[in-house]
Structure formats: C-alpha cells, structure tokens
C-alpha cells in the first residue's frame, strides 16, 4: 500500500481570518495537538499548536498570532521513516501533506505511520535482536551486512538507535540463524555488544566460570 494512501483529508486548514475561539473549539473536538492554516488564498501556510491557542486571547483573529505558526509538513512522495522522523522532530501527532506544487492535501495521523513501522519485518518476523557500538568513523553498514551474512543470518530491519560525536549504536533484527556466532564475529572485529542474545551471555559466563576454575587449578 502507498503510503499515500493514508492521507486522510477530513478537515480543512482553518482561515488565518478566523477567531482564535473557532480555534480553540476545534481542539476541544478533536484529539490533534496541531490544526493547519491558510491564508486568504486557501493555501497552507503552517499550523497552531494545541499549547499556543489556549493562550491566546479568544476574541482575536489568527493573524495576531502569526508569529506562533510552526511550518511544518511532508510531501506526498516524502518516504514513511522521514513522516515517522518530522513527526517526532515537532511533536506531533498530524503532519500536514503538500504536494509537488505545495498544495494542501490533507494530513497523516502519527498512529497510521506508527502501525506501517510496526508491520514491517523488524517486528513481524522471528529472529534475534542485537545492539552493537563502534566508532562513528569506523563502522560501516556494508562490514555489518558481511558480518551477519557471513555467519548464515539475515538482516531483517537495521538502524542507528544512538549517535555521539564518537560513538554509533546500532540495533540489528537478525533472522535465520543463531545469533551467538554472529556475537563472537562482532567482536573479532572490535564492535562492542550493547545488548545480544540470551544464549551468549550464558556461553560467557560458562567462559567466566571455565577461566576461574583453570586459575583455581593451576594454583
């Protein structure tokens, strides 16, 4: 399904002419924590947020406040972890979608674009789930893709879950393989393990155990 087909283009931008109390009544009725904008000309011009309008006073028009319109949106080609990523950007749940010409067209809800992410194979397909760190100069997507392929897996969703000025943390879902020897291949190749396999934690701390016991001998 094309994403956008999600556009859902149920209500209109509110005229930037239109009373700061029409405003307010449409947060009352709906559960949007941003309504859309236009200016005379019916084009999209931004949008008011829920905690501005409530201090606004009632009786005047939108334009007083034009100072308050935050701008932003999607287009209707903008792919759905970008919307995901302008959602979170400016806390949001509606993002308005513009077309090449920048007209208005409607807007995606962020619970529709939460459910595409929760129905891709990241989560819908079994496998293991691994959190490793390296350099941010020193890793790469196509030395991981060797990594876990090489050890007979499949990466099923990969992304950047944290990134410092030297650091990069990035969370695979690995499928059709046990996970441990991808672990250990890792490691050889100086990547930290963040979070792994519950089986390799177990084979460490048998190592753990083993290493004592050969000190513990040898004394």
Same mark, same amino acid.
């Given at each position: 399904?094309? @994403?956008?087909? #999600?556009?859902? !283009? =149920? /209500?209109?931008? &509110?005229?930037?002419? $239109?009373?700061?109390?029409?405003?307010?009544?449409?947060?009352?009725?709906?559960?949007?924590?941003?309504?859309?904008?236009?200016?005379?000309?019916?084009?999209?011009?931004?949008?008011?947020?829920?905690?501005?309008?409530?201090?606004?006073?009632?009786?005047?028009?939108?334009?007083?406040?034009?100072?308050?319109?935050?701008?932003?949106?999607?287009?209707?080609?903008?792919?759905?972890?970008?919307?995901?990523?302008?959602?979170?950007?400016?806390?949001?749940?509606?993002?308005?979608?513009?077309?090449?010409?920048?007209?208005? @067209?409607?807007? #995606?809800?962020? !619970? =529709? /674009?939460?459910? &595409?992410?929760?129905? $891709?194979?990241?989560?819908?397909?079994?496998?293991?789930?691994?959190?490793?760190?390296?350099?941010?100069?020193?890793?790469?997507?196509?030395?991981?893709?060797?990594?876990?392929?090489?050890?007979?897996?499949?990466?099923?969703?990969?992304?950047?879950?944290?990134?410092?000025?030297?650091?990069?943390?990035?969370?695979?879902?690995?499928?059709?393989?046990?996970?441990?020897?991808?672990?250990?291949?890792?490691?050889?190749?100086?990547?930290?393990?963040?979070?792994?396999?519950?089986?390799?934690?177990?084979?460490?701390?048998?190592?753990?155990?083993?290493?004592?016991?050969?000190?513990?001998?040898?004394?």
């Amino acid at each position: 399904m094309k @994403l956008s087909e #999600y556009i859902i !283009n =149920d /209500i209109k931008p &509110l005229d930037i002419e $239109s009373k700061v109390s029409d405003l307010q009544l449409l947060f009352n009725q709906l559960t949007f924590s941003h309504i859309p904008v236009s200016d005379e000309n019916n084009a999209f011009i931004g949008s008011f947020s829920e905690a501005d309008a409530y201090c606004f006073e009632k009786t005047k028009s939108l334009t007083e406040y034009k100072y308050s319109i935050e701008g932003f949106f999607v287009q209707d080609t903008t792919l759905w972890l970008d919307v995901l990523e302008a959602f979170a950007k400016n806390s949001t749940n509606i993002m308005p979608v513009l077309n090449d010409k920048n007209e208005y @067209l409607g807007y #995606y809800e962020l !619970n =529709d /674009i939460i459910s &595409l992410f929760s129905d $891709s194979p990241f989560f819908t397909e079994s496998g293991g789930v691994l959190v490793i760190e390296k350099g941010t100069n020193d890793y790469s997507f196509s030395e991981i893709s060797q990594i876990v392929e090489s050890n007979g897996g499949k990466i099923l969703g990969a992304f950047i879950s944290r990134m410092s000025s030297d650091l990069a943390q990035i969370t695979l879902k690995i499928g059709q393989t046990d996970i441990t020897d991808v672990i250990q291949t890792f490691r050889r190749y100086s990547y930290n393990i963040v979070s792994g396999h519950e089986q390799d934690g177990y084979i460490e701390t048998l190592k753990e155990r083993s290493d004592y016991l050969k000190k513990y001998l040898n004394i």
